[in-house]
């Protein structure tokens, strides 16, 4: 059975901290990881990894993925009060994301003024 | 504006009672999804549709139906069989066009579903 494990589950943090939030898996297929934003409603989307050691950066928040060792981290720098939210890791195990993700339960980061 | 759009953002069921929660996109996208997340916990798959008049049970199908008769909507019924549905309904959509960030999922504002 596909396997997406986040950790921490939650987090709280002084703003202008920086984290790192932890997703390693196990998928019989795999051709891409996605990383999530959610906050209340849609989850919105952050980055999709699919090759080994490349960083990918948007602002202050940047992700990289490891294939060999079956993980990702998503780091955000300085962080600031509209950072909270729950961060959703995803597996797409099918090879186009038209089977349907498999997720991570998420991790709750709190950014406390 | 292109998107994805669910109703009712708030849905009450009574007992024994089937419900449908709508799903319509307007991004010309092949592929639906629908997901449900209890609290504490993941997405997880209920049914998704990769063409018109043809879908597939994911992972937590049972007591659940879905029908896809246009390429912009795919409705969600939950059945009287659903024991537990009381959740938040989440609705993607993506691509299937070549490239691996095309097949991208984009979700729709959710519909919270609550039993009476």
């Known amino acids: 059975e596909d396997k997406v494990v986040q950790s921490p589950l939650s987090l709280v943090v002084h703003e202008g901290d920086t984290v790192t939030l932890n997703c390693s898996y196990e998928?019989?297929?795999?051709?891409?990881l996605l990383w999530y934003k959610q906050e209340k409603k849609a989850p919105t989307f952050l980055f999709m990894l699919?090759?080994?050691?490349i960083e990918k950066k948007s602002g202050r928040l940047s992700s990289i993925l490891d294939k060999k060792e079956l993980f990702s981290i998503l780091n955000i720098t300085a962080t600031q009060t509209g950072d909270s939210a729950v961060y959703l890791c995803?597996?797409?195990?099918?090879?186009?994301?038209?089977?349907?993700?498999?997720f991570g339960k998420g991790t709750h980061l709190i950014i406390q003024p | 504006d292109g998107g994805i759009t669910q109703s009712p953002k708030y849905l009450f069921r009574k007992e024994g009672q089937n419900v449908t929660l709508s799903c319509e996109q307007n991004?010309?996208?092949?592929?639906m999804y629908w997901y449900r997340q209890d609290p504490g916990q993941g997405l997880r798959l209920i049914y998704y549709s990769q063409i018109v008049n043809d879908f597939q049970k994911g992972d937590i199908a049972e007591g659940y139906s879905v029908s896809r008769e246009k390429k912009e909507s795919f409705p969600l019924t939950v059945t009287s069989a659903q024991k537990n549905p009381t959740a938040f309904y989440l609705c993607a959509s993506s691509d299937l066009g070549r490239g691996v960030l095309k097949k991208t999922q984009y979700f729709g504002p959710g519909t919270r579903l609550l039993v009476l």
């Open positions: 699919t090759s080994s050691g």
């Open positions: 995803a597996v797409d195990p099918s090879g186009g994301g038209a089977d349907g993700l498999t």
């Open positions: 991004l010309n996208h092949d592929a």
């Open positions: 998928v019989t297929n795999f051709r891409s």
